[in-house]
């Protein structure tokens, strides 16, 4: 279970790795002169290896969320049957997504609407939107009922929030990859590289066991 999310996160941590790896070997040139001329270089890889680790958070949580819904929809679990939390979340993204009833019904494709709904409500796109920290991780894997905690009482997902501001900077343009790479020296990244992969495949492994136990049923409602 899981298997291609573990997959595609353990690539993108090999991507991160090769970029850090470079970093550091720029960073301990012994020809002082070279070092010097690579500092800007320095800079914006640093701030290119954030950017890399927002986007492997964000796809990470896209991912989990994403299984929910394919588990739902593949083991034909009826709306009736899961939790409220999710009912809702399910109704208020068809209201958010369907401009009419006309158009909502013709995403179901002449199914029965009760088992299809919860994957027609799906908007990935909408989801985190480019705003994935540690709470918002908690508020929408919550809406599921899969409650996200840290991996140690050292890593509760601060990281995530630093980085979101980052990649927000960066992505806004309200910072230039040398000026906010300057920021980081490269034992930052090296703890943030870290801390980072540590929470979210800690999330991933909460995310399977989420799906094994298929917590998103409502006990009161078994069939």
């Known amino acids: 279970m899981l298997e291609a999310v573990k997959d595609e996160f353990n690539k993108r941590s090999e991507e991160i790795d ?22 800007g270089l320095i800079s914006i ?32 679990i009826s709306f009736n049957r899961l939790v409220p939390g999710f009912k809702k979340k399910i109704l208020n993204d068809c209201k958010q997504s ?16 009760s088992e299809v709904i919860a994957r027609t409500s799906l908007k990935l796109e909408k989801v985190f939107s480019g705003n ?7 508020e ?19 990281e995530l929030l630093n980085l979101k501001i980052a990649r927000n900077s960066l992505a806004h343009g309200s ?23 540590e929470y979210m495949s800690h999330v991933i492994s909460l995310t399977e066991c989420y799906l094994e136990a298929e917590a998103y049923l409502d006990p009161s409602n078994a069939a």
């Open 175 to 197: 910072a230039s990859f040398e000026k906010y790479g300057r920021s980081l020296t490269v034992s930052d990244l090296d703890d943030l590289r870290n801390n980072i992969r």
């Open 140 to 158: 929408v894997l919550g809406y599921y009922h899969l409650a996200v905690s840290g991996p140690s009482p050292l890593n509760q997902g601060a």
């Open 45 to 76: 890889l640093a701030s290119s290896l954030c950017l890399m680790l927002y986007n492997q958070v964000e796809s990470t949580a896209f991912s989990c969320v994403e299984s929910i819904y394919d588990s739902v929809h593949e083991r034909r």
């Open 98 to 113: 369907y401009h009419s009833v006309e158009s909502l019904m013709l995403s179901f494709h002449n199914n029965d609407i």
């Open 18 to 39: 090769t970029l850090y790896s470079h970093i550091i070997e720029l960073d301990g040139e012994t020809n002082e002169r070279l070092r010097e001329s690579s500092v």
């Open 132 to 138: 994935v920290d540690a709470r918002k991780l908690r």
